[in-house]
């Protein structure tokens, strides 16, 4: 279905003060604007906002397809609270309905440009904000939206993140991974993310966190190339598993011991969980991080690597895996060496965890999602690439996002 630039029929502009309905107006000369809505307050602030699409054209040259909150502020200063509105906006509709990488804001703040570029240097995974004043508005150029875009793109980087992506917005091609990660705990089945060093591990990690917080699912996350965690003993590991759920559930911090006999660590450690587990109303995922770090053979430790410490650790976890219980943990594990579930024997004792989850080397970017990643980010920074020369990055780089970012 063609989209054109307009305003939909039943669009209600008794919803927005005079200045708001003329920039609406001219928003319509380039979008179709889908819907009125009734102001957003935060503390004793109200933000007018409306969605709209964009037309055909704009489609090709934005690359988006989903509908555009554009939030007012109708007041003389900016306020980081302001881009809090957008958080209440996504929780309104649906997640597939409106665009959360691209954002537009107009303010009667003189320096709103300064004031955003700022904010987005300091925070550097925030996604793009296009910032107007009420005054562009007056001013009849017909370049006025497209220019606003090159404008504050040229000031960022982004191909410049090295560290794990903590936010959706710029993470590309692992969304697939996520969901399975969590429909395997859904169906009470452990998993296994493995891969080459920067190759999006941790960024799909913080992916499943997030999917899992939209399910209502809960997670734990332990970082096991942490001195806190592989320089612990087997007992002391279990207890900080304990600690930090704990944590989770917002309870009182307690000193937790269980105990130093393998038998007595083992059923405090199921008393304990099992307990936690019945206030968290809700099974768990437990992901490991970095896991060769408490592996055998490839351990940062000693007492992991040649020691009896993998061993006691994971029959104990695996044995509250299968207890039958109202609620119950799975494991998602991530690293770049499943050696731990591919020995047989540990210190020649059958192995707990051999073949105890499925592995799954992360894919390297398929050329599709190689050109959505570079096209993307390009296009906002005011750089384009022709598509034999995105073809011809993949092919030197093999898909790897990482050096994507570095050599671009």
């Known amino acids: 279905m063609v989209t054109r630039p307009g305003i939909n029929g039943n669009f209600d502009f008794s919803l ?3 200045a708001t309905s003329r920039v609406i107006e001219r928003f319509s000369e380039y979008f179709y604007v889908t819907r009125s809505n009734k102001p957003i307050s935060i503390n004793n602030s109200k933000y007018e906002f409306i969605l709209m699409r964009t037309s055909d054209d704009l489609a090709l040259s934005l690359n988006v397809e989903r509908e555009i909150a554009v939030v007012f502020a109708d007041y003389e ?3 980081a609270r302001t881009l809090s509105t957008y958080d209440y906006i996504y929780q309104i509709f649906d997640d597939n309905r409106v665009e959360k990488s691209l954002r537009f804001l107009v303010s009667r703040d003189q320096n709103i440009k300064d004031s955003i570029s700022l904010y987005c240097s300091q925070e550097p995974e925030y996604p793009v904000v296009i910032p107007f004043k009420y005054d562009d508005f007056e001013i009849i150029n017909k370049d006025v939206i497209s220019s606003a875009i090159r404008r504050n793109y040229l000031t960022r980087d982004l191909f410049g993140h090295q560290s794990p992506l903590k936010q959706e917005y710029f993470f590309f091609g ?4 996520a969901t399975e990660v969590i429909d395997e705990h859904k169906s009470g089945q452990n998993s296994g993310l493995f891969g080459l060093r920067k190759s999006g591990k941790t960024s799909t990690i913080y992916a499943i966190q997030r999917r899992a917080r939209t399910l209502g699912a809960k997670t734990l996350f332990i970082d096991c190339q ?6 612990k003993k087997y007992s002391e590991l279990l207890e900080y598993i304990v600690r930090e759920l704990r944590n989770e559930l917002s309870l009182k911090k307690i000193n937790v011991s269980l105990g130093e006999k393998e038998d007595e660590v083992s059923e405090k450690f199921r008393e304990a969980m099992a307990s936690l587990l019945g206030q968290l109303r809700s099974d768990l995922l437990i992901i490991f991080d970095e896991i060769e770090n408490i592996s055998p053979k490839t351990a940062a430790s000693e007492h992991w690597r040649s020691g009896n410490d993998a061993l006691l650790f994971w029959h104990i976890l695996r044995s509250f895996f299968q207890k039958p219980s109202k609620y119950k943990i799975t ?3 991530v690293g770049t060496n499943p050696n731990l579930f591919e020995e047989p024997k540990i210190n020649d004792i059958d192995n707990p965890v ?3 989850a499925p592995k ?7 050329i599709e999602d190689t050109k959505k990643m570079i096209k993307r980010l390009s296009y906002f920074m005011g750089l384009i690439f022709d598509d034999k020369v995105i073809t011809n990055i993949h092919s030197m780089f093999g898909g790897h996002p990482f050096f994507y970012t570095t050599t671009l």
């Open 360 to 366: 799954t080397f992360i894919p390297m970017l398929s």
């Open 174 to 177: 692992r969304n697939n991974l």
């Open 77 to 79: 200063t900016f306020e």
């Open 331 to 333: 494991f998602c594990f």
């Open 16 to 18: 927005y003060s005079y």
């Open 226 to 231: 942490d001195p806190a965690v592989y320089g």
């Open 354 to 356: 051999y073949l105890f």
